[in-house]
């Protein structure tokens, strides 16, 4: 089982469920554990099914209401999972420990300073005392040509225990935006093929650093297109 990390005080749900979704072909399990505060996926699943702790939505499972890594690790005792995708913006939520018995860490952001500052808050209240920092990549998303870039945000975190990987930034684009706004609305996972390129390209990156050995992203996603 691969559990993967991804922190970040913003709505990240639409890239984690396409990448569940990429990840979860060949009959591969995938769930998609929910510890934000916001519990942003459940706006992307019906609300009717809320009553469950676990929804399955489009061949992932998505556990909600997940407030502590015990009841993740409780929930895990019972299902057998080849991927773990953990979605948090939570500083209860995350401790060092638990951190590093993800095989993948990452920070997902935007460059919106209400942003920026909240993902700073998360990790100095539980690791600014860390004797050894912490491996993370840094995935942007909706990014725009500003003042700000992947470069500012390592000096402006360069005093927290964090040992930056590389950057993926995937750009504002009309299409991705209303693509997720129409599958929020209409609770679905469709209109893939309209995706942007860099977009894509994020997500088959991302998928072929955290998947199984063995694992054919490129044929995956034209699986998953054909369904889409």
Known sequence: MIQTI????L?????????GSLLSQTEKRVLLADATKEQWLRYHVCSQELNNNITDFY???IAHYITHYKQLQQLLQNRAYD?????????N????????????????TNYEKYVVERNKELFITNFLNQPEPISFNCI??????????????????????????RAIEIPLDDYDKAIKINNSYNMHVRGMKRLSKKYVQ?????????SLEGED????????????
């Open 6 to 9: 991804f922190v970040g005080a």
């Open 11 to 19: 709505d990240k749900s639409d890239f984690l469920i396409y990448l």
């Open 59 to 61: 061949g992932i499972d």
């Open 83 to 91: 991927y773990v995708l953990l979605d948090t913006d939570n500083e």
């Open 93 to 108: 939520f995350l401790d060092p420990v638990m951190l590093q018995e993800m095989n993948a860490r990452y920070l997902v």
């Open 140 to 165: 942007v998303l909706e990014a725009v040509d500003c003042q700000v870039d992947f470069q500012y945000l390592e000096q402006y975190y360069y005093y927290l225990p964090l040992r930056w990987g």
């Open 202 to 210: 994020a997500l088959q990156s991302i998928a072929n650093e955290i």
């Open 217 to 228: 992203i490129k044929k995956n996603w034209k699986l998953l297109l054909k369904g889409r």
